[in-house]
């Protein structure tokens, strides 16, 4: 389950990062749009780091919160300070970026710890190209001509096949 949601993360990760850089969308540089997800991958594996710690004092929980805050507080700053006009979608999806790469990562590290085979965990958690198309194609409708139509859908497909073999 931690594979397949690992899965899930990167894949959708794949998508929302297509839409903070895309000038279709958000047209956000890949610089400003690494540091907000930066951003996000803090939010997450700090988050993570400072919920784990059951024997840490409150006083050095505090302060992993207030590191968070302070790295939120650079980002927002030093993208302003640059000239981008921050907007709510730009914040939030570029924040997401990293929420959701952080996120697969923690999935990642939670089935290793569990005792997955890395050997049979890589080929489920890299399913994650067969989300990213099936976003693609539904959410940004980014459908290939009749000629790559066959080849995206069986790549899928063999994406698809390779996973379950290896699980």
């Known amino acids: 389950m931690y594979g397949l949601s690992a899965s899930l993360f990167w894949g959708t990760y794949a998508i929302v990062s297509k839409v903070v850089t895309s000038e279709k969308y958000l047209g ?8 907000l997800m930066f951003g996000g991958i803090t939010i997450v594996l700090m988050g993570f780091f400072l919920w ?11 302060i992993g ?3 968070i805050l302070l790295v939120l507080g650079y980002v927002v700053y030093a993208l302003k300070n640059i000239g981008l006009q921050l907007s709510l979608p730009k914040l939030g999806l570029g924040l997401l970026q990293g929420i959701l790469w952080a ?7 939670l089935a290793l ?3 997955a085979e890395a050997a049979k965990l890589v080929p489920i958690y890299n399913t994650n190209t067969l989300i990213a198309v099936i976003l693609g194609l539904t959410l940004l409708h980014e459908v290939p001509d009749p000629e790559q139509k066959i080849k995206v859908i069986t790549g899928a497909i063999l994406i698809v096949i390779g996973g379950i073999l290896c699980s």
């Open 113 to 115: 710890k569990s005792g």
């Open 28 to 35: 956000l540089s890949s610089g400003q749009a690494s540091l």
């Open 65 to 67: 919160i207030l590191l």
């Open 52 to 62: 784990q710690q059951k024997i840490m004092n409150l006083r050095i929980k505090f």
């Open 103 to 109: 996120g697969g990562m923690v999935m990642a590290f």
